[in-house]
């Protein structure tokens, strides 16, 4: 599906078209998800906050004008719905629960089990570093590092000129180093 097969199907979905909008929720689904888990650290969070993203999303079709990427609009509404939960919750974002973890890690269930749980105890490390991230800057490093969007895209999604994306950007990953350091000490980097 293209960008312009994305406005199309918008176009169609804002007239009825349940398929059309069908397609958009499927191809967005698991990013938008993966994007809410980021920010909440909890998949049961992530899957409720996606479901009102594409709610407010459909809700919307009918106002919504062809400016940017369809996909950069989807992330504002993943954006501003998952903010709007850390804000009504109050929540910090939680350390990712072992379960996932030990699920991403046994694709390589073949490997040594000390270099397993080494690669655990740092995937780990780097989620608490992610999480003690403030929001906008958390927000910016997912976006560019897991979801692997662009400057000109986040800046869309987070509202802000791309300088701030920069220096959101490199403040992110200046405390994320300075957390890692701290935790791993020094010669561990």
């Given at each position: 599906m293209t960008p312009d097969e994305d406005w199309s199907r918008a176009r169609r979905a804002a007239k009825g078209d349940m398929d059309a909008f069908a397609a958009l929720v499927n191809r967005y689904q698991r990013p938008v998800i993966q994007f809410c888990y980021r920010m909440t650290g909890s998949m049961v969070d992530a899957e409720?906050?996606?479901?009102?993203t594409f709610v407010n999303l459909y809700r919307?079709?009918?106002?919504?004008?062809?400016?940017?990427?369809?996909?950069?609009?989807?992330?504002?509404?993943a954006?501003?719905?998952?903010?709007?939960?850390?804000r009504n919750t109050g929540r910090r974002r939680r350390w990712l629960d072992a379960f996932r973890r030990e699920n991403d890690a046994s694709?390589?269930?073949?490997?040594?089990?000390?270099?397993?749980?080494q690669a655990k105890d740092i995937a780990t490390m780097l989620d608490a570093g992610i999480a003690a991230l403030a929001p906008e800057f958390r927000e910016v490093f997912i976006l560019r590092e897991f979801e692997g969007l662009d400057y000109q895209r986040i800046a869309g999604i987070a509202g802000c000129p791309v300088g701030t994306v920069r220096s959101r950007l490199a403040r992110a990953r200046e405390q994320l180093r300075e957390y890692l350091a701290r935790t791993c000490g020094d010669g561990a980097l």
């Open positions: 409720d906050i996606a479901q009102e919307s079709l009918d106002r919504l004008r062809q400016e940017s990427a369809f996909s950069t609009v989807v992330f504002c509404y954006r501003n719905a998952t903010l709007n939960h850390l694709a390589a269930g073949w490997e040594r089990p000390d270099r397993r749980a």
